[in-house]
C-alpha cells in the first residue's frame, strides 16, 4: 500500500466551510429584508388557505353545472378578467350564486404589495 497523506479530510472540510459560505450569502442577500421563517410559513399557509378557498369556489361553480370553459373570475376589483362565455352569475367565482368568493388581496408581506 503506499502511503496516504490524508488530503481528502481537508477537501471535505473545505467543501463544507464553501457551503455554509454559500448558504449565509444567500440569507443575507436580501439586504437585511428577507423574511424571517416563522413569518415565511405563516405565509405559505394562507396563501394555500387562499388556493384551498378558490379551488372549492371552482367546485361550487362545476357543481352548478358548468364546464371550466365557462368560469369567470370577473370582479368589481381588478379588470380584464371577464369571461364571455359566462352569461349567468352563477358561473362566476365572485358572485354569491356562483362560487361565492369575495375579492382577497395579498396577505401583506407576499408580495410586493402589487395586486393579484
Known sequence: MKHQQGSIFFYILLAVALFAALGFALSRGTG???????????????????????????????????????????????????NPNCTSPRCRIFSPSGGGLEWMNPPPGANSLKTW
Open 32 to 82: 437585511g429584508q428577507g423574511l424571517s421563517q416563522e413569518r415565511a410559513d405563516i405565509l405559505a399557509g394562507e396563501l394555500i388557505q387562499q388556493g384551498n378557498m378558490f379551488r372549492d369556489a371552482v367546485a361550487r361553480v362545476r357543481a352548478n353545472g358548468f364546464s371550466k370553459f365557462q368560469i369567470s373570475f370577473e370582479n368589481s376589483v381588478q379588470t380584464g378578467y371577464t
